[in-house]
C-alpha cells in the first residue's frame, strides 16, 4: 500500500492515508480535498486537540463545522476527524469517524464555542448525530 | 391528552429530580438546586387546580392509589382539570426560581458528564473519565455535596441504578454491575455482567437491559429468589442470580435499537416499535409479544434513545423526540432537543419528562395514564402498587408481619 506524499503539519508530520480516499471497503472516506484535510490537522494541533498519539478534529467552513467525510459504510455522512500517531514516530495519518469513537472529555470542552449543545451531549453519550 | 408544561429558561446540560428537589445542571458548568415543593405551592394558580397541579408535579404516584377515580364523575372532573392546566403553560420568571433556589455551586464534577442519577441520597455521575458520587442528602451546605468520590476509572456511557447497584454501560467493554448500597454492602470492581457493546441500559425489574447501535441490544435476565437461599451459586445479597444473556434477535427476531424498563421490552425498526412484555417472577412465558405501535419515522431520522415510563414509551429519533402515550395517542416536540430524561422507577415524578431544548428546559407532567386500563394498555410500564405487593410479599414470608 504506497501512502501519498508527506506533508508538515506545524511540527508533526502529516501524511494522508490512501485507504481513506479510494473507497476501500469497511474504511471512511473524506469527502474534503487533502489541502482541507491537512488544514483540519494543522488547525487541531494549534488548538491543543491533539495529545501524545490521538488527535480530534473537525472541518470549519466561515467558523462553523462541516461534513469532512463518510462513516465506513459510506454512506452516512461525519463531521468529526481522528488523527493517530499509530507508530509512534510523529507521522500522522487521520479519518473520518462517527459516533462509535467519544472524542474526550477535554476535546468536547475545547469544541463547546464550535459546536451547538445538542451535538456535544450525542458525542459525550456516544449516540448518532448529525449536524 | 396533551402534557402540562413548566418551562426554565436558559441553557442546560442535565437535569434530575429526587426527594423534593430539582438540580439543573447549566452548560457554563453550575449546579442550580431548587426546592421543588415551594417552587409548585408559590405557583399563581385558583385553588381549584391547585390539587391536580399538586398530582401534575409533585405527587404522581397518589392518584393510581386513589380508588374515587373508579367514580365515572370524578374521572371526568379531573381529566378535565388535567387538559385545562395542559392548556396554560407555565413560564417560570427568575423572581419564582430565586425563591425556590437551595444554592447555586460550580459543578464538582468535570464537565461534560454523559450520565447522571440519584439513588438512596446520592448522585452519580458517569463520564469518560470514570463513575463518581457525591451525597445529595439535604444535608450538605450546596444541593450537591463538593466531595467527589471516584468508583471506578473505566469510560461509561450511561447508567441506571435498582437493588443497590449500578448497571454500568461500559461501551466496547460490556455492560457491568457496581454494588452502591447501604454502609453493610462492601463495595468491590464492578462485576463483568455481558462482554457485549453497550452504550445505555436499564432495569426491568432485577433485570438488567443493554442497548447498542451498533450492535444487538440484550437483556440480562436474572432470576430473584426473595428467600434468598444460598446454595444457588452467584446468588447476590438482593436474592439475584443470572440466568441467561437474551440477545434482541431472539427477543424480537428482527433488528433495531431496542430499549427496556421493568415489564417493557420494545424495539424500533422501519416506523414502528414492537412492544413485547417481560414477566421474570413467571418460570415460563417470561417474554411475550404485546402488539406494535406505528410511528411512521419516514421524515425522522436515525433512532438516538427509548425509554418507557408508565405513562408510554418514549423514542427519540434524529430530529423529533416522540412519545407513544399509552392512551394510544402519540406526542411530538416540534424543535430539535438537546436531551431528556424520564423517571421510570421514582415514586412522585414517575410521570414527568424533561426536555433540554438549546434555550430552556421543560418539565412535561403526563398525566393520561391515570384513565387508562393497566392490563390492555401496549406503550409504557404497567402500574403496580409498589407499597401493597412489598406488603403482600412480607406477609407471604414472615406471617408475623401481618399482626
Not at chain 1, 63 to 68: I, M, R, V
Not at chain 2, 377 to 397: F, L, M, P, V
Request: aromatic share 12%.
Amino acid at each position: 500500500m504506497s501512502l501519498g506524499p508527506p506533508v508538515i503539519g506545524g511540527n508533526l508530520v502529516y501524511v494522508p492515508n490512501p485507504v481513506h480516499r479510494n473507497n476501500t471497503r469497511g474504511k471512511s472516506q473524506w469527502t474534503i480535498n487533502e489541502t482541507q484535510e491537512v488544514s483540519s490537522f494543522n488547525y487541531s494541533n494549534n488548538e491543543g486537540w491533539i495529545r501524545e498519539t490521538t488527535g480530534w478534529g473537525l472541518h470549519l467552513v466561515n467558523g462553523s463545522p462541516d461534513y469532512l467525510g463518510v462513516a465506513r459504510d459510506h454512506k452516512t455522512q461525519v463531521f468529526v476527524a481522528k488523527f493517530v500517531d499509530a507508530n509512534k514516530s510523529r507521522t500522522w495519518h487521520g479519518y473520518p469517524t462517527d459516533f462509535l469513537d467519544r472524542p474526550p472529555e477535554h476535546i468536547l470542552r475545547g469544541w463547546k464555542p464550535l459546536l451547538r449543545t445538542r451535538i456535544l451531549k450525542k458525542l459525550s453519550l456516544g449516540q448518532p448525530c448529525s449536524l | 391528552m396533551q402534557p402540562l408544561r413548566l418551562i426554565i429558561p436558559g441553557r442546560y446540560w442535565d437535569t434530575q429530580m429526587y426527594a423534593g428537589r430539582f438540580y439543573a445542571f447549566t452548560i457554563e458548568g453550575d449546579i442550580l438546586t431548587f426546592n421543588w415543593d415551594r417552587l409548585i405551592d408559590h405557583l399563581p394558580f385558583d385553588q381549584e387546580l391547585r390539587v391536580p397541579l399538586e398530582y401534575a408535579f409533585q405527587k404522581s404516584n397518589l392518584l393510581y392509589l386513589e380508588s374515587s377515580l373508579r367514580d365515572p364523575d370524578v374521572k371526568r372532573i379531573m381529566f378535565s382539570k388535567f387538559s385545562h392546566l395542559a392548556e396554560m403553560s407555565i413560564q417560570l420568571n427568575d423572581q419564582q426560581l430565586i425563591k425556590a433556589s437551595v444554592s447555586k455551586q460550580r459543578s464538582p464534577f468535570e464537565f461534560p458528564h454523559s450520565d447522571s442519577t440519584i439513588y438512596r441520597e446520592a448522585i452519580y455521575i458517569v463520564s469518560q473519565s470514570g463513575v463518581f458520587r457525591a451525597t445529595c442528602n439535604k444535608k450538605t451546605r450546596y444541593g450537591i455535596s463538593t466531595k467527589v468520590e471516584k468508583y471506578w476509572d473505566a469510560s461509561v456511557f450511561q447508567l441506571a441504578a435498582s437493588y443497590d447497584r449500578l448497571a454500568l454501560a461500559a461501551g466496547d467493554e460490556g455492560l457491568f454491575e457496581l454494588a452502591v448500597g447501604g454502609a453493610h454492602i462492601l463495595r468491590n470492581d464492578p462485576k463483568l455482567i455481558a462482554a457485549k457493546r453497550c452504550t445505555s441500559c436499564s432495569w426491568a425489574f432485577h433485570s438488567i437491559y443493554g442497548s447498542s447501535h451498533e450492535s444487538t441490544g440484550f437483556l440480562a435476565d436474572y432470576d430473584r429468589d426473595r428467600k434468598g437461599r444460598s446454595f444457588i451459586p452467584n446468588i447476590d445479597e438482593k436474592g439475584r442470580w443470572l440466568r441467561k444473556i437474551i440477545p434482541s434477535d431472539d427477543i424480537f427476531h428482527e433488528h433495531g435499537f431496542s430499549w427496556a424498563a421493568q415489564d417493557r421490552i420494545c424495539l424500533a425498526n422501519n416506523g414502528e416499535v414492537k412492544v413485547n412484555s417481560y414477566a421474570p417472577f413467571q418460570t415460563d412465558k417470561r417474554i411475550e409479544s404485546l402488539g406494535t405501535i406505528e410511528v411512521l419515522q419516514s421524515r425522522h431520522g436515525r433512532v438516538i434513545a427509548g425509554a418507557v415510563a408508565l405513562f408510554g414509551t418514549i423514542i427519540e429519533y434524529e430530529n423529533v423526540l416522540v412519545v407513544c402515550l399509552s392512551d394510544g395517542t402519540i406526542w411530538k416536540t416540534d424543535e430539535e432537543i438537546v436531551s431528556w430524561r424520564v423517571f421510570p422507577r421514582s415514586r412522585n415524578y414517575e410521570n414527568q419528562l424533561h426536555i433540554i431544548y438549546d434555550d430552556r428546559l421543560e418539565v412535561l407532567s403526563f398525566n393520561n395514564d391515570y384513565f387508562v386500563d393497566q392490563k390492555r394498555k401496549i406503550a409504557g410500564i404497567t402500574y403496580i402498587n409498589r407499597e401493597a405487593s412489598r406488603w403482600k410479599h412480607q406477609i407471604e414470608y414472615n406471617p408475623s408481619a401481618s399482626s
